[in-house]
Structure formats: C-alpha cells, structure tokens
C-alpha cells in the first residue's frame, strides 16, 4: 500500500555517468560551509532523533515500523526533501528519500532498518524504550542494532541538504536514504519489498548499510573493518531413526541416543581453514596495528600465501571465536526435539544446525561432509533453508576510499580493513542486483559494549555516535562531490 509519493522519480541508468569523474576522493573536506558545521549542535541533535526513534517501540514481530518512518518522514519534508513512504503490510513501512545530485555519478544509498529485537525487561536497569542518557551513554533497544544508523545517516542528510545544497553547491550523485522494516525476520516487508515492487527508486552504485564494526581494543581506538561481503546462511536438519516402545524396555538403537552421538561427532568437528581476499587483506592490516605480539605474528601468517603458515596462524586465531567464525564455514547446533512423553521411546529424533559458509562455498559439500562425520546410516543430514550467495564488493572502490579518508581524518591511529561479517544482512540482495554495498557499524565501541546488542542494556556512548555520524557524514561528502 502507497501511503504518500512526494515528488517525482530521479532515477538515473548505469549509462548516464562519466566514469573518470567518479573516481575521484578529496583527502579533506574542503568546502568552508562543510568546515563551518557547528559538531556540538549536530551531535545534540542527532541524540534527540535517536531518543525520538526508540521511543517508538518497533519490536519485530509485529514490527509496527510505520511510526518510525512517518517521524523520519516529517522532519525530512521539514528540510524539503523529497521522500516516499510506503506502507507494504498493515503498520509496517518503507521510507525512500533523496537528495539530487547533477548525475555525473550514479546514486549512493544510506540504508539502515527502523525494526528491533525483543527484550527481556526484568533484565534492563533502565525502560529500554525510554532513550536514557547516563553517564555518557545513550540506552535503549536499538540504540545500536539500528536506529543509532538510522539516526546518523538522518543526519547526515540534513548536513547535505543545509551545508551543500541549500548553499547553491552540487552534489554528482543523487544521496538515498532508506529505513527498512523486517530486517530482523527476513525482509520481507523491507528491503525485500522494495526489490519486488519499486527497484527504480533505489538503483545506486554505493550502498553504506549495517554489518561492519568500529573497534576499540584494550582502551584504544584500533580500527574500522568495513564488510564487503558475508557469510550464507544455511538450516540444516539432523535426524536419527531407531526402534521405538516403551520406555521401560530399553532399546539398542534409541533415536535419541543416536542423535546424541551424532551430535556430539559434529561438536568434535571444524572446517577446514580457507581465506577470502577479504579475510587475508582484513589480517593482514590489522597485523600492522595489533596490540598481542602473538595474535600480531599469527595474523601475519594467516595472511601469507604459505599453507602451512597460515595453519599455524588460525590455530592462534581460533582460539577467539570471532576470529574462527571468519577463518571457516561454522556449524552451530540450535534446536533438538524428539518424543512425545517421557514413558514412549520415540522413533525419531531431530536438531537444527545453524551452519554459516564461506562465501562461495557449497552447503551440499559441507552437508556430505558432514555425514561422513556422522558415519551412520540410520542418521539422515538435509538441507531444509537456503540462503543465496552474493559476490563481493570491491574494497579498492572510491566509496572504500572515501570511508577511509574519513577514518584517517578523524582519527588518525585507526586503520580500515575490509571485513566478511559472519551475520546476514540486507546488503546481499542489493549486491546480487550489481550494488557496491558496505557495512558499517560506525560508532568506536569495545567488545563489552558490542556484545549489548540484541542483549540487556544495549547502548551507544554519546562520543561514539558524534563519531559515527561524522564519519558517514564525511565519506558520503567525499563521494558524491
């Protein structure tokens, strides 16, 4: 359902731009109305739309996204910029706005999604819908997982439209922002609906999505690894068959025993090591940065072309789960079910695998793999959902440039890295479309801080998010002037 379409279309083909004119990324930002932004009143700002956005409980399901959107929606036409708000299924929504540039360049879109996860209330010291402010951090749910996004790629358009536009400047790129809905159960009504029913609103060349991460490493900013591509997402289904009756008879064979058996060969079992470009360029420069002299060498040889030093790296590596999640496809078990009371032997018995591959790896090839693990007959391994492979996006494109001038500019310590995230995002059906799309987490956090999202007390420090919106701010400014 259209619920308002203000304006007309701009939608420019792949063939209406000179490509020369598109690679280049200015070091500084120049223009002395970009320079005169007063930082202090953005980031002040930029806090009250975020504290307005988790106000809103958008919890996914039933998602109710369209209030976020219509918020958006009003303090976009406030700056008189062109928006299109949609309403796909009953309170949930799509919100497309733009900025139009001279199309010299083909568009860039900001992507973020207005829907969150649930909450365990007794759990939070603070309403997780009440946008609190202590001791230099934001809380709520979705201060990070997305509407932190949400609310600096808002602002950064602004930027745009008052520090650019408004003051007789150009953009070559049209600038798209996009809320989504439905990220956290499959998109359908977000990004996948915007795909099915209105692709010549977001026809881009760059697309600056979630997915990526901004690292602080023992009290120091470290860096900024920027996804460019992630792993497929796969179901599998694990069942075990054997005889089945009373429970007082015991049976050899008990399904249950036999999925136990097989479930614990695949504990027992990992992929094998295979590195990416990505994976080896993303160790490879953070060898240059890292703080543990072990870590730093394995790193090194991770990177490297020698087979055996690279398996004596990732046997450092793996002993940091995040680290092992990109170094091989991974198995997790997350589900069990068999039975139907506790005196009846069941015939059957099942688990859920959650398995992750590598871009590029077969699902089949790891499933037969894994039956030869299990090494029994009577235990059937099926594929029971898909996932679909995307390719990568180029980390020596002009958007990767711009991302890292910016990193370079606000903080020169830090290194950017391209990064393969181990979680699905809506960056995939826009890279199967021909999209360059990038994933960040703009906002420095540690590990501590990190691991709040979709957990208790999620939050954003206050400085992170100052950061993070210079930061999307300042790579879109290089890219599309």
């Given at each position: ?15 209406s731009?000179t ?5 280049n ?11 005169a ?9 930029t ?5 307005r ?23 976009l ?69 997305d ?7 808002l ?8 520090h ?34 209105h ?40 069942t ?89 496809t991974?198995?997790?078990a ?16 099942t ?83 021909g ?47």
């Amino acid at each position: 359902m259209l619920l308002r379409r203000a304006g007309a279309t701009v939608f420019r083909s792949a063939r209406s731009f000179t490509a020369s004119s598109c690679t280049n990324v200015t070091a500084t930002l120049k223009s002395s109305h970009v320079q005169a932004i007063d930082w202090a009143a953005v980031a002040r700002e930029t806090i009250e739309h975020l504290q307005r956005m988790i106000r809103i409980d958008t919890v996914n399901p039933p998602g109710n996204e369209l209030a976020v959107a219509q918020y958006l929606d009003g303090v976009l036409k406030a700056e008189r910029i062109e928006t299109h708000l949609f309403e796909p299924a009953p309170g949930r929504a799509a919100l497309v706005a733009r900025l139009a540039g001279d199309g010299t360049c083909r568009p860039v879109i900001l992507m973020a999604h207005m829907d969150v996860v649930g909450v365990e209330r007794a759990n939070w010291t603070v309403d997780p819908f009440g946008g609190e402010t202590v001791g230099g951090y934001l809380y709520g749910r979705g201060a990070i997982d997305d509407k932190g996004m949400l609310a600096a790629n808002l602002e950064t358009m602004l930027l745009l439209k008052r520090h650019v536009i408004d003051v007789g400047d150009t953009l070559t790129r049209d600038v798209i922002v996009i809320a989504n809905s439905d990220e956290e159960a499959g998109g359908e009504f977000g990004m996948g609906w915007l795909v099915d029913n209105h692709r010549e609103l977001i026809d881009a060349e760059f697309v600056l999505n979630e997915g990526g991460r901004t690292r602080i490493v023992r009290g120091e900013p470290l860096y900024v690894a920027v996804q460019n591509t992630e792993k497929v997402l796969y179901d599998v289904t694990v069942t075990a068959h054997g005889p089945g009756g009373h429970a007082a008879i015991p049976l050899a064979g008990n399904a249950v025993f036999r999925l136990g058996r097989a479930l614990a060969a695949i504990g027992g079992y990992q992929e094998p090591v295979r590195l990416t470009p990505t994976t080896r360029e993303f160790f490879g420069q953070l060898a240059k940065v890292w703080p543990d002299m072990t870590e730093r060498r394995a790193m090194n040889d991770v990177a490297s072309r020698d087979r055996r030093r690279v398996l004596r790296g990732a046997r450092v590596l793996a002993t940091t789960p995040v680290f092992n999640a990109v170094l091989r496809t991974g198995i997790s078990a997350t589900v069990i079910s068999g039975g139907i009371r506790s005196n009846v032997i069941p015939t059957e018995a099942t688990a859920l695998l959650n398995i992750r591959t590598l871009p590029g790896e077969s699902i089949d090839a790891v499933v037969s793999r894994l039956r030869r693990v299990i090494d029994d007959s009577r235990v059937e391994v099926t594929v029971s959902r898909r996932g679909e492979d995307a390719p990568a996006s180029d980390f020596s494109s002009p958007m990767f440039a711009a991302i890292a001038a910016t990193v370079k500019e606000l903080a020169p310590e830090m290194v950017t890295v391209p990064y393969m995230s181990t979680g699905a995002t809506d960056s995939a059906r826009l890279r199967q479309l021909g999209m360059q799309a990038y994933g960040l987490l703009p906002f420095p956090m540690d590990q501590e801080d990190e691991d709040r999202m979709h957990g208790n007390d999620e939050r954003i420090p206050l400085a992170s998010l100052d950061f993070g919106t210079r930061l999307i701010f300042g790579a879109v400014h290089r890219v599309a002037r």
